[in-house]
């Protein structure tokens, strides 16, 4: 141990004084293991590492699928009809998400779930301070009684045990305060509309009044048999589907309808799956550069250490302690590399939450594994040490000094090695500059994508009226006036409001049919509620018919206005105006479209184009709305419009008050994380990889100085010198970019879903890497040789 030790201290005071090379190869290792340990440690908290639920492989996700396979909600008859009749559950619970409005104190719109008494046996959750909810709470006509979050309990009431057992008031009503959940507690968002944080939980059943089965609205949660699995379950879902399907011909449509069972933790992560994936195997490729630049480093100094090894074997040093002493130097490089790398994976969660902290999942449950440190390490002490061994074996074979002494350049093999360590880190840098090329074409072009709207100088923001509030006279009447009071703020050119707003992940899929046709056929779209006004504030063109107005009034013919993707639906020219459809949940009464509008990407620009129907907001009176005010400077008008809706009701809360160019900027958010993490690993893959082609090149330039000398003495001009150098260095980056490239489209047919509008022989993404690579590589190159060329032959041969 003390010689172990005191070799550890030589090899430090060694690597010290080479303090170029020290620093160089620790700098390396850091970007490499630091990239990988923060990106690996993200991929593990969001997708490997287990939900913190009792027993949470058996906690999977049930969803209808409709006829053409897509998923969607259950309804109430359906989620008690799968309780009762499925059997390869143990236990099944319903969520649907609500809003309520609060007060104690200043008055707060807070997200609600309602979600089954069951929920929480099942995922294993027991409250931190009073009691659950029950079966007995959890029924039609219960007492109201609700659940606090550990965050809204100690935001809203100080962390105040005594509020346990007593009533607050919710949308006017008092509810009783059973008990608070843990902290940090939450179910992550099955679906894009279910919420990314819960304040209050409430039983199901009392708010779960739509009851109809075609009206589907519930999440629903379920915790497999002890003997099922997932396969099992799913066959036993799709032969109920097909049973109450013929039970139910009217509520399907006289379509086979299905259920589908899917894992709950790789369900909810599916869509930051494609871009974390992407990630890891870009960083994988980073490491691999970092080891084989480390390779190629310690390959160079051991060639410059040949004569220094033979020396240390003739004066008695045995081969296992030339062995030993060189992997302690590969030993303390790798922990000080590593050191410094771990300290730069602390950042990467922080850089992400920087860039956008709602892009991924979990990401707050992101920590640095030791286990994946260990990993990293291990990985790169056993490269290191590999590479820092072929020194000693050289050593070992060739005991003489005199003959090391007298050699005038480089040995042919450790040349040889040379070139193929850099041509390597070559190419797999071009491998992550393509695969970061794709990743930012992707980003740029969702930005390019056309939305249908003017999302630029639009201040949005929600309004969610109290049940009091809830007769559809009374809603059309607050909404009204809400809007005329917005109009009238100075700098206001428009102002409407919506169910829901666009790109916020929020919908309402519905089902249409021609009224006059004799065999109906549905339609699926999007309903949204809008007020009049709402296509001229967000810049959506009516290309035919006419916009809502005041007319469209509860009582007055039903109207509603469609989109073009709408209109070729029902008619393959889209000549619509005048036809009238009939909506399933109100079959009996005809709705004429009036107008017909652009085209929206209401779900995001990555998602195909949705067809939509729009219905005026006093005949399709909803509760629950965001306004959208256009006006020249819309930042600033958030407090004067905050105020003109409080004017009305001085208890009303206002919610989500933000610019609509955020709302889409959400939308892109992950391949925005993808194509900035990106940038900033390839940058890493393209500077190791050249620090790697200038260590190679300018080893050999110093390893040929001699070489050098003669030739010139002998007549060789130094523009020759220059261009022996650079065509060297030239060939090995050639080499490694044709290698790379060459690996080009399996990388991007690895990359798979993470893309959008690019390929994986985008000859884009090729030329822009080869480009950057090639003129980086170039410098690298050009440095070293022109050294070479300039220096004095005479000086070099009189110094020997």
Known sequence: MESLLRDLRYAARGLRREQAFSLTAILTLALGSGA???????????????????????????????????????????????????????????????????????????????????????????????????????????????VLSDALWRRRFGADASVIGRPIQLDGRSYFVKGVLPAGFTVLPPSSVFPSHVDAWVPLRPHATATGRDVRYLHAVARLAPSASIERASDELSALGAGYSRAFPQAYGGQRWSFQAADFQRDVVRQARPVLLALGGIVAVVLAVACVNVATLLLARGERRRRELIVRLALGAGPARLIRLLFCEAIVLVIAGCGAGAVLALAVPRAIGAIDPAALPRLDVNVVDGRLLAFVMLLLVAVTALFALVPAIDALRARDAAAVDRAIGRSARAAGIGRVLAAAQVALAALALVATAMLTQTALRLQRVPSGLDADEVL????????????????????????????????????????????????????????????????????????????????????????????????????????????????????????????IRSPADPIEIVGVAGDVRHRGPAEPMRETVYRPAAQYAR??????????????????????????????????????????????????????????????????????????????????VREFAVRMALGARPRS??????????????????????LGPAAGRALGSALYGTGAADWRAYAASAAVLALAAAAACYLPARRASRSDPMAVLRSE
């Open 721 to 742: 010198i220059l261009a022996l150098v650079l065509r060297e260095g030239l060939g090995v980056t050639v080499a490694g970019l044709a290698a790379g490239l060459a």
């Open 36 to 146: 990988a340990i923060g990106i690996f440690a993200v991929v593990n908290a969001v997708l490997l590492r287990p939900l913190p639920y009792r027993d949470p492989a058996g906690v999977v996700l049930i969803w209808a699928a409709r006829p053409d396979g897509g998923r969607t909600w259950l309804s109430r008859p359906e989620l008690d009809d799968l309780s009762r009749d499925a059997r390869s559950f143990s236990a099944v619970a319903g969520m649907t998400d609500l809003r309520m409005n609060l007060v104690a104190g200043e008055p707060e719109e807070i997200q609600v779930v309602a979600a089954s008494a069951t929920l929480f046996p099942l995922l294993g959750v027991d409250a931190a301070h009073g009691q659950l909810y029950d079966a007995r709470d959890d029924v039609d006509g219960g007492a109201p009684v609700v």
């Open 623 to 704: 509760s629950s709305m965001t306004f959208v005010v256009r006006a020249a400077n819309a930042q600033a008008l958030a407090g004067p419009a905050v105020a003109a809706v409080r004017e009305i009701d001085p208890s009303q809360p206002v919610a989500d008050v933000r610019p609509l160019a955020s709302v889409v900027a959400d939308a892109t958010a992950k391949p925005r994380l993808g194509a900035v993490l990106g940038l900033a690993l390839g940058l890493v893959a393209l500077i190791v990889s050249i620090v790697g082609v200038y260590g190679v090149i300018n080893h050999g330039v110093a390893q040929r």
């Open 460 to 583: 949005t923001f929600r309004v969610t009226l109290p049940p009091a509030s809830r007769a559809a006279p009374q809603i059309a009447a607050f909404f009204t006036r809400a809007t005329d009071r917005l109009r009238a703020l100075p700098g206001v050119a428009d102002a409407a409001a919506i169910t829901q707003l666009p790109m916020s992940g929020a919908s309402l899929g519905s089902t249409f049919e021609p009224w006059d046709e004799a065999v109906p056929r549905g339609i699926d779209a999007d309903l949204r509620g809008v007020t009049p006004g709402y296509f001229s504030a967000l810049r959506i063109p009516l290309v035919a018919g006419r916009g809502f107005t005041s007319a469209d009034a509860q009582g007055h013919p039903a109207v509603a206005i469609v989109d073009r993707a709408f209109a070729r639906r029902l008619r393959p020219d889209g000549n619509v105006i005048g036809m009238r459809v009939r909506w």
